[in-house]
């Protein structure tokens, strides 16, 4: 059974950083795209930054140049560093690990909240 467990959110001042951790157990395949995820209510959940097994990263325009993903392998371990956060960034975070070659999978953590505000 896969899970995977996010820490990491809570409150923070504009200006200031905050970093995800999510921990993946149970899975079995490698060659996957790990990746978090935000939402605020009311609006779709939206990408914030992926990163591929070996080492691809890709950004929403919004968190370029202020937000780093990592990924290691080895412990299935997701990292997101966020500096220069902004009341925009408030919203909940998600994990996402999804696989599309055979066997395919795609799993979600339960979310930590980021909030901004002074």
């Known amino acids: 059974q896969v899970q995977l467990v996010e820490s990491g959110g809570g409150l923070v001042q504009p200006g200031g950083s905050l970093r995800l951790s999510c921990t993946a157990s149970g899975l079995t395949w490698g060659g996957n795209v790990m990746g978090w995820y935000r939402q605020d209510p009311g609006k779709q959940r939206e990408m914030v930054a992926t990163?591929?097994?070996?080492?691809?990263?890709d950004y929403a325009d919004s968190v370029e140049g202020r937000f780093t993903v990592s990924r290691d392998n080895a412990k299935n371990t997701l990292i997101l560093q966020m500096d220069s956060l902004t009341p925009e960034d408030t919203a909940v975070y998600y994990c996402?690990?999804?696989?599309?070659?055979?066997?395919?999978?795609?799993?979600w953590g339960q979310g930590t909240q980021v909030t901004v505000s002074s």
């Open positions: 996402n690990v999804r696989r599309k070659m055979t066997p395919t999978y795609n799993f």
């Open positions: 990163v591929t097994s070996g080492g691809t990263v």
